[in-house]
């Protein structure tokens, strides 16, 4: 299982930014983007079902976008309105049910950085 991230950079705010995650090895039950602010923890943006549920931040609902491609096995989060404090290393997460249960499996971070 792999997941590859890509998409992040530097922006100024009020810019706008897209995310994209390629899962391989299989399927997955949900997908979603975490993120790591400098000396915080890392917390749940949105997260989204094979059958298209999606779940936000309350920081974040309204100005970011969570979608995925299940035939191309693609997550991918639109992030408009960006902020300062959006800035943070972005991870993309998938989770599926397997033989130990429900089992996250993660990609490496993408950095975001907005400006003010």
């Known amino acids: 299982v792999q997941l590859q991230a890509s998409g992040g950079g530097l922006v100024q705010a009020g810019g706008s930014l897209r995310l994209s995650c390629a899962a391989s090895?299989?399927?997955?039950?949900?997908m979603g983007w975490y993120r790591r602010a400098p000396g915080k923890e890392r917390d749940l943006v949105a997260s989204i079902t094979s059958s298209g549920s999606t779940n936000y931040a309350d920081s974040v609902e309204g100005r970011f976008t969570i979608s995925r491609d299940n035939a191309k096995n693609m997550v991918y989060l639109q992030m408009n309105s960006l902020k300062p404090e959006d800035t943070a290393d972005y991870y993309c997460?998938?989770?599926?049910?397997?033989?130990?249960?429900?089992?996250?499996?993660w990609g490496q971070g993408t950095q975001v950085t907005v400006s003010s």
């Open positions: 090895g299989t399927s997955f039950n949900v």
């Open positions: 997460c998938a989770t599926r049910n397997t033989a130990r249960g429900w089992t996250n499996f």
